[in-house]
């Protein structure tokens, strides 16, 4: 089941994410500031978290907002399983609610950012499999030699 995140969900997100070993530290830190912001206002602004949960365990989570300043391009900031639980659909279910989200919500377009490091080869071919396009790559933008890789996948409606 995939439901809308409560505060309450924040700590074990905060733990699945940093139990991948994908993110740095800093990242884990944002992460907890991005849902802090998010149960406090950005809500309100339009921002969308959602929790994949099995049995009332928790499987993972997708956190999605509106592009500021566009016409209905969307951005998905975190999509994240329980490292136990990869390749085993979870993200793609996760990736398609918010799809369907944003489609519903009459978005054009969904951006998503990923790093170069090896590590980062299976996300990649997540998004490719998808349907998105890597659509650019900011040079050396997360540090020297880890570039960020930008994916993009449009929706039928203009």
Known sequence: ??????????????DITQNTGLFKPIEIQA???????????????GHRCVTAEENGEVLGF???APAAMTDRSWYLWWIVVRQDLQARGIGSALL?????????????????????????????RFYIKHGYDSHAL?????????????????????
């Open 1 to 14: 089941m995939i439901r809308p995140t409560t505060p309450d969900d924040s700590e074990v997100l905060i």
């Open 31 to 45: 992460l907890r500031e991005v849902l802090d912001d998010y149960h406090a206002d950005n809500r309100e602004a």
């Open 62 to 64: 997708a956190y999605f």
């Open 96 to 124: 398609k609610y918010v799809e369907q989200e944003i489609a519903g919500l009459q978005g054009r377009v969904l951006f998503v950012e990923t790093g170069s490091l090896p590590h980062y080869e299976l996300t990649r």
């Open 138 to 158: 900011l040079k050396d933008y997360y540090s020297a030699g880890d570039s960020m890789v930008v994916f993009r996948k449009g929706f039928a409606h203009t």
